[in-house]
């Protein structure tokens, strides 16, 4: 008899990933970022509040 071998094989797992030990300069960058992301995160919801800058996209004619 044959085998159904068809779709997609799972992938082996990974394996897990040992702790990393995080020195003061570490700490300083990740809060860094976390700043920053906060900043970006203000700034967009500022310029949501304003409506779409485009109209994005492309616009149908009436013709048939």
Known sequence: MSSRDGGKKKPLKAPKKGEK???ESDLEFKKKQQEEAKKLKELA???GQKGPLAGGGIK?????
């Open 21 to 23: 030990v995080l020195d």
């Open 45 to 47: 919801a500022k310029a």
């Open 60 to 64: 149908k004619s009436g013709k048939k």
